[in-house]
Every structure is written in C-alpha cells, then in structure tokens.
C-alpha cells in the first residue's frame, strides 16, 4: 500500500481540474451574464472549456476512427478491426477492408509501448491500409489488467512479438517504430534461430533506439543520471482503487506526460493560450489542429513497472542490445543469425528523442546479413514524430519503406557462410 495513495491523489487531481473547468465554463456562459458583456467572462469560458478537454482526454483511450476506405472501384468499403490474438497486455489486430481484394503486402506494425496507444498509429496505418493489409499490436493500459496476469518485462515484449510473427506467417513485412525497434530487431534474431521458416520478408526499424549511446539525447542523458533504485523509488506507483489492476505497480502515463510536456513546455504552453484565444474568437471547432492533435497526445496509459524498469536498465544502461548480449528466456540472441531478412532503418536529421546514428546501429549488429539486404535513410528536416506520421513521412519515406518491400517481397536462399559486417552508412 506504500504507493498507492499517491497514485490516487494523482487521479484525483486530475479529476479536480476537469471539474474546475467545467464549472468555469457552466459559470461563464451562464445566460444572466449576457446582459453585462466582460471580456474576462469570455476569457473564462474558453479557459474553462479547453481546460475540461485537456484533462478529461488524459484517461479516455482514442478511437482509431477508421471506418470505411474508398477502394480503386470507387466504392467506400467499411473498415473491421478484428482481433487476431487475443494476449493479456496486448493483442495482434486486423484492418480489414471488406470487399476488397488480399492486398500482396501484409505488413505488421509494431506500435511502441511508450506511454501512448497505439492509435498513436493512425495516419502510419491510414497511408498503409491504401496498399497493405495490415496488422498492428494494439498494447493495453497496465491500470486495467488484473495482477493476477502477471508480469510484462522487455523479455515477455520480445516474445509477443515472436508469436505475432509467427501467427501472421514468414510472409510478412514488420515495420518498427520507437522504442521497439531493437525489441522488434531481437525478436527477429530469435526467430532466425529458433524458428526460421516464420522470419519476416523484411524488418523496417523507424527511430528507434537500437544503440542509445550511439548519439547522445536528453532521453539518454536522463538514463544515464539516474540510479535504477531512484527510477524505482520516484517513478514507480501502484494502481489505485478505481481500476482492474489495483495493486498492480505500473510506470503511470500522466508522469510520462508530464515528461513529454517539460521537453517543449514552452511550445505546449502557447498552443494552449492560442487555443483560448481561438475559442473566445468562436474559431476552434471539435476537430480543429490543435484538438486532433491533443485529442491524441494527451491520451497516456500506464505501463507495467518491470517493463519500464528492464528497458532502462537493460536497452539503455547496459546496451545490451546494442552489444548484442540480450537474453530471451534464457537464450542469448545473436542479430549475427539474421542472415535471410531485408533490414532497413529510417532516422530524421532533427531527431530530439533518437538520435540519427541510434537507429542505423542495427545494421552493424546484423552481421549474417549481406550488403544488398541492408538499407538506411535519414530524412533532412524531420522531427521524431514526422519520420511516422507526418509530412515527411507521407511524401517521402513511406514511399521509401513501400520500394524496399517491393524489392524483398521474395525470400532469397538462404546464405551458408555469414559475410562480412557492412558499413553502417550502407544506403538503399
């Protein structure tokens, strides 16, 4: 019970937030006041009104919104999103375009446990879905699944992905972006060695940090100050009374909120300020830029604490990745086994949280792995999230990502004797 009240004050403070903002707004707006304009009545309307938003989206899951696609007849086919595997902290999910023909790419996208869901996603899977089937890893909040579940560490990560793959078939193409590109690059590693005939076609890794070291971030910068036992002491909480997974110690999302925040505090704070502003003037709309894009950032969820705990200890501290020492249920992974799969990594030049030069390591670790099956770009301009969801990705990089699927969409035979490690600046 050590942790659990703050958990809850947290919550609870939240709450209080979303309430002050509603009443400023019922306040405000109510019809006696007509009669005496203010423009600090208005004032407080709209700050109430954003303000209620804010914090009532911090514990809503967003919906993926994908409903229908209009195909090449013309037509708009209704869009199902089918669960494929059914997992306790996650599930491997299907956007099936009814009526359409199989797509020849089947693509799976592995979403990032970071503190956001997975319909973080949404424009990556709309700009695929034109020409792929795809499939996404849809995680779950930690705060909603029972203690009697168990554990989640990056182990128990690595192996969902392996069972992903394997239930989807070597026909496939996995696309990696953040944080688990190594997970995603060791759990194709495993497969090479365990399992070969359920390797993918080929493995994207989209800005992530396969060797953190490789460039430092403030990201790494914070991994490497702080102790495991302060993370723990500081960072870790039980969930509170209100939720399925009472008692369960998770990383909460609203800390990792708050770091997201602090990065670009200032940036954030005159989005918000320009947003009231938009609403006094009656220019905001429920769908607007700035809603749609908080609608979204500021859904967190809960992460599992040993989750959270092994990946800065294990990806960050002790690079056990990026020195190709990690272990998966007792078996040491070798990246040098990935001899058959296509591997190509995507960074963007004004990367804040992975660096360029984080990423590209993969290539290095991939030592089984010829030089024709090895790509990297790097997108001049790019920020971390335009590299998946942006401008930057629709115009340029998804292009990209589809050429080198087309080019790996036949597995070669298999090499007998492993060549030698390539550059990592290798290009496509």
Request: hydrophobic share 40%; charged share 25%.
């Amino acid at each position: 019970m050590r942790y659990m009240m703050t958990y809850d004050f947290m919550e609870a403070m939240r709450n209080t937030n979303q309430w002050l903002g509603a009443s400023a707004n019922s306040l405000a707006s109510y019809p006696v006041f007509s009669m005496m304009p203010n423009p600090a009545l208005n004032w407080m309307a709209a700050w109430g009104e954003v303000t209620e938003r804010t914090y009532q989206r911090m514990v809503v899951k967003p919906d993926w919104g994908i409903r229908t696609f209009t195909c090449e007849d013309g037509k708009d086919h209704l869009v199902d999103i089918a669960t494929v595997v059914e997992r306790p902290f996650g599930d491997l999910v299907h956007f099936k375009v009814n009526g359409r023909e199989e797509q020849p790419r089947k693509v799976l996208l592995v979403a990032p446990m970071s503190g956001h869901y997975a319909t973080l996603l949404r424009s990556t899977v709309k700009s695929l879905i034109v020409n792929c089937e795809v499939y996404v890893t849809d995680w779950h909040n930690a705060r909603d699944i029972p203690v009697s579940a168990g554990k989640f560490d990056v182990e128990d990560y690595t192996q969902y992905l392996v069972d992903f793959m394997r239930e989807m078939g070597p026909d496939t193409h996995v696309i990696a972006v953040c944080q688990p590109a190594p997970l995603t690059l060791a759990a194709t590693a495993y497969l090479a060695e365990q399992d070969p005939d359920a390797q993918p076609l080929s493995l994207t890794l989209i800005g992530g940090p396969v060797d953190p070291d490789a460039t430092p971030t403030e990201v790494t910068d914070f991994g490497r100050r702080v102790t495991m036992g302060q993370l723990e002491e500081t960072m870790i909480q039980r969930v509170g009374f209100k939720y399925k997974g009472v008692g369960r110690m998770v990383y909460p999302g609203l800390l990792q909120l708050s770091s997201f925040m602090s990065m670009n505090g200032e940036r954030h704070s005159k989005a918000f300020s320009d947003q009231i502003q938009r609403v006094m003037r009656n220019e905001a709309s429920d769908h607007d830029a700035h809603n749609r894009f908080y609608d979204e950032y500021l859904a967190v969820m809960d992460m599992p604490a040993e989750f959270y705990l092994s990946t800065v200890d294990r990806v960050f501290k002790k690079r056990e990745i990026a020195k190709n020492e990690f272990v998966v249920n007792g078996h040491k992974v070798d990246m040098g086994k990935i001899t058959n799969v296509a591997v190509k990594t995507v960074e963007g030049a004004d990367d804040d949280i992975s660096a360029p030069g984080q990423c590209i390591a993969a290539l290095d670790l991939c030592t089984g792995l010829p030089d024709s099956k090895k790509a990297s770009h790097v997108e001049p301009g790019a920020g971390h999230y335009g590299i998946f969801a942006g401008r930057s990705w629709r115009d340029n990089i998804r292009p990209l990502v589809i050429d080198f699927m087309n080019a790996n969409a036949k597995r070669a035979p298999a090499r007998k004797t492993a060549p030698k490690a390539a550059n990592k600046n290798t290009a496509a």
